[in-house]
């Protein structure tokens, strides 16, 4: 394979410009340039909310526990009340077997 040296790097510069010209070679520069860094950023991102996920992991389960705790209060009130539709009916057949 080739080496490229000055010349032949001088050479492509010149013709990507002739082909893109210059303001739309700064455009694809610019462009290329936030690729990156939007590209490094999100890597960044993506290894630091590991950690703080482990320790909010012991507030999500707290928070749960509150909703639990209301569905079992909603679970104990119908519980009383077929408790007490049985209680009316055995107190009618009292009355019932009393005659």
């Not at 010209?21 to 991102?45: E, H, T």
């Not at 950690?51 to 009130?77: D, F, H, L, W």
Request: proline share 10%; glycine share 8%.
């Amino acid at each position: 394979m080739p080496q490229l040296g000055v010349p032949e790097l001088v050479l492509i510069l010149v013709i990507v410009v002739a082909v893109f010209g210059a303001g739309k070679l700064a455009n694809i520069g610019g462009a290329l340039g936030k690729g990156i860094k939007d590209f490094r950023k999100s890597v960044r991102d993506e290894d630091e909310p590991t950690t703080p996920r482990t320790e909010n992991a012991p507030v999500a389960p707290q928070a749960m526990s509150a909703p639990q705790a209301t569905a079992t209060q909603q679970v104990v009130a119908p519980q009383s009340d077929t408790a007490q539709a049985p209680a009316s009916p055995e107190s009618a057949q009292g009355d019932s077997s009393a005659q």
